[in-house]
């Protein structure tokens, strides 16, 4: 449960963003819509790589953030905040 390790969302983010090999952020943003880490921060790092230089990765984007900001809102007392639609 990505809410009890927020360390993993993390390093999917980080990963996403900074890996230096277009399968690894490709794959760290689908995990993280399957994951459903809908929070600000995911939202925002996942809609950052629409600017991608590698398609896989753009390609990856959309999908993601559909699944992303469908998914229910983590509870209000968790320390991340729920991602809404701009």
Known sequence: DWRTQPRIVQALVTA???DPAPLVRSCCVRTLARMKANTV???AAVRA????????VRQEVDPALAALLAAPAPRQDSSVRPATAP
């Open 16 to 18: 996403a963003g900074e």
């Open 41 to 43: 921060p995911v939202v």
């Open 49 to 56: 790589l629409k600017g991608d230089a590698d398609p896989r």
